[in-house]
């Protein structure tokens, strides 16, 4: 199926241009001395933090990006070619929510044993491909290891790929040990890579250290990256959404050439984020449709420009509840972006403007974006599928419909039937105690529950982790 084309050739050439003159006159600044140091002998303009990217330098660099890789799963059982061998997508659950919401409503900080189900409901949901880590409280846990007990969580019980969001730039290094122990080691680790980091640029056009020590270290071990941009337009962006989407994408882009000056070839996902301010109540929101097409031009400006594969929030509300507007709004950007041609359709389980995961909108996300997936396929326009014979044929054997012809008899499988949605009329609803969407969701969720889907991490590897971890908390410790 052709990618959507609801930003014009001309309008990409434009946007293209203007990023790439912003790297090359503004630049960004980047808080790590070795790091500015490579980029210098990779060609890059440095004077102090600031580094600036000449266009052949930048357009060098981001050729290198690989067209085609594989996102791997610990098991080996949802490993992750990239680009989709079906034309489709991938999905993956929210990141970085600190509230869970429960499935009779209570609304508190996520705990390490909610950790553990989200991660188990996300192995057993058939439509998200990967997941990403919750926040769990700093009660818990250590505030400042907070990523670290999260992630062995995923790693004893995640059976798909692992996006992983450091949170301290002194749990780079841990995180990345946690991960080569789960995999027998950082060879093994970098010639299969079940996790891929994220990196982020905050403020504007600038990268603190934690980010770029997750660029360097990553660049070094080899392993993959989805950089990220997070602006939110009118406060720390551009208030319109071409402006925002202008410095998006350049913050991305430039993480990206950093990557790939460092490490040629290593597998990076751009990932523009973009979020936008309410001048009216100064609440920040997701689901703007003009968030939403900020996103769709960011996706375009990657996959159609530059050839690699984007990603950003397809699903998602700023509702605070499981209301009319959480479905609208969720079911709208997942079909707008996957209209887009992203790669990747983040965001699965989130509410109230991703700041709180919620066990059933995963479940229905799953069921949403069933659906999109066959949008997204298109159908195929053949004399077999409008069936031609049969139209011209003899006009008696179908003069009764076509309920019994040859070709309904091919077809008649094809068609989608969400499991969860009603398809049956008024008595037999009845008779089955006239079910929701919500309630046959809540039956779901329970009947998951009822038989966790887990990792079978070997004891060893179990050990493994876990000695990790203890390493890395007490360098945390040590370090306060």
């Known amino acids: 199926m052709s990618k959507t084309m609801l930003f014009s050739a001309d309008a990409l050439a434009r946007m293209q241009d203007r990023v790439e003159l912003l790297l090359e006159k503004r630049g960004v600044t980047v808080d790590h001395e070795a790091l ?18 000449p266009r052949d330098v930048l357009r060098n660099a981001v050729e290198a990006a690989p067209k085609a890789f594989t996102l791997y799963s610990q098991d080996g059982t949802h490993d992750l070619p990239f680009p989709c061998p079906d034309g489709g997508f991938y999905v993956r659950s929210n990141t970085g929510a600190p509230g869970w919401r429960t499935a009779d409503g209570d609304v508190h900080a996520v705990r390490l044993a909610e950790a553990a189900e989200w991660f188990e409901l996300i192995n057993a949901l058939p439509n998200i491909d990967f997941c990403a880590l919750p ?16 992630f062995e969580q995923a790693l004893l019980h995640s059976r798909k790929h692992i996006w992983v969001q450091p949170y301290e730039a ?15 080691g950082l060879d093994a680790l970098r010639e299969k890579p079940f996790v891929s980091f994220i990196s982020c640029s905050v403020p504007l056009l600038s990268f603190k250290h934690m980010d770029a020590e997750i660029i360097y270290c990553c660049a070094k071990a080899g392993l993959p990256v989805q950089p990220c941009s997070l602006p939110t337009a009118g406060a720390n962006t551009p208030i319109t959404a071409q402006g925002t989407a ?39 929101l997701q689901s703007a449709p003009e968030t939403t097409l900020c996103r769709v031009l960011c996706m375009q400006l990657f996959e159609e420009i530059y050839g690699i594969p ?7 509300t700023d509702s605070l509840t499981l209301d009319g507007q959480n479905y609208i709004e969720r079911t709208s950007l997942a079909h707008m972006i996957a209209l887009s041609g992203a790669s990747v359709l983040g965001g699965a389980g989130q509410i109230e403007t991703a700041k709180t995961n919620c066990p059933l909108t995963l479940i229905t996300d799953d069921e949403i974006f069933g659906l999109v997936r066959r949008f997204r396929q298109g159908l195929e326009i053949s004399d077999e599928a409008m069936d031609l014979d049969e139209l011209l044929g003899d006009p008696e054997e179908t003069a009764d419909g076509f309920i019994m012809t040859e070709h309904t008899l091919r077809h008649y499988k094809e068609i989608t039937r969400p499991a969860l949605f009603s398809r049956v009329g008024v008595p037999v ?6 079910p929701t969407l919500e309630s046959r969701v809540l039956e779901k969720y329970r009947a998951l529950r009822a038989a966790p889907d887990s990792m079978d991490l070997a004891p060893e590897r179990r050990e493994a982790v876990h000695a990790a971890l203890v390493r890395a908390v007490a360098d945390v410790a040590e370090g306060e």
Not at 36 to 53: D, H, I, N, S
Not at 135 to 150: F, I, K, Q, R, W
Not at 250 to 273: H, K, N, R, Y
Request: charged residues 15%.
């Open 36 to 53: 500015c140091q490579a980029l210098a002998q990779k060609g890059c303009r440095v004077q102090g933090k600031q580094v600036y990217f």
């Open 135 to 150: 926040s769990v409280s700093g009660d818990e846990v250590p505030p400042a290891a907070v990523d670290l007990y999260t």
């Open 170 to 184: 002194k749990n780079v290094h841990g995180l990345i040990d946690m991960a080569a122990a789960a995999a027998g």
């Open 246 to 284: 202008l410095v998006c994408c350049a913050e991305v882009l430039a993480q990206i050439a950093m990557l790939e000056l460092l490490c040629p070839g290593l597998p990076v996902i751009a990932t523009p984020l973009p979020f936008s301010m309410d001048m009216m109540t100064t609440y920040t």
């Open 310 to 316: 984007a990603h950003t929030y397809a699903t998602g």
């Open 429 to 434: 609803w009845k008779e089955a105690g006239c």
